[in-house]
């Protein structure tokens, strides 16, 4: 786009990581609230002004680069049953799609400097973070 | 990453984009559930097989790079109102923000080939899509 620096015009510029027990995608739980475990979200210190005014409790939408997806894939068997019908990627959650971004809303736990504990999360150790978004408090959505 | 291809880490693929009456950023509203009209989303042909599966009435979380943000924002007052004390942007849904994800949660009205109306949505007209999630049925959350 015009308003934007011409050499990085849609590139994220990761602010975090994720530091977790999922070591591997293979196993991790296909969403947090099947039985996905605590984990920390790791702010770079670059961004920790933008930690200002977070709240132990709240709850947040963290998005994440899920950085082993594959970015090809347009459909998939939900959930890999191959009993369902094949279906667009926008109508699943699958983390293979052309722009691998992960939603997660978790509870923040804990806030210790750079670090938040959070609950739950399904990313495996090492997913670059992206954003960390508030849930609004007239909505239910993220 | 090591798994991803070098040239492009964290390089996001436009999708589509939005055609809406909101033209320019000031007067848009701040969500959609502000007043926010309908808009069309129009997803690119190449993506096409990605839509397969969508519903209308269904509910989905549309991911939008939201172009005009200011990416060295780090602290906003919210809201613009500057009797509230200065907020980290992570704690904030302001759209001047490191990486300027818009999440929006909206409603398919309709499906005519590569173009969904959609609504409520507050992204200006010519905002570029990154993505669309569904609304899981066992959750609140996008």
Known sequence: MADMPEDQPYTLRPVGHV???LKERRGAPRQG???APEAWVVIDAPYADAMDGLIVGDDAVLI???HQGDRSTLKVYPRGNRQLPLT???ATRAP???NPLGLHRVTILEIDGLRLRV??????HGTPVVDL???L???LDA
């Open 133 to 135: 978004k508030p849930i």
């Open 96 to 98: 293979d799609r052309p």
């Open 88 to 90: 667009g990627i926008f």
């Open 19 to 21: 530091e977790s027990e």
């Open 137 to 139: 408090p007239d909505s």
């Open 119 to 124: 609950s739950p999360l399904e990313a495996i």
């Open 33 to 35: 609230r099947e039985g």
């Open 64 to 66: 994440t680069w899920l």
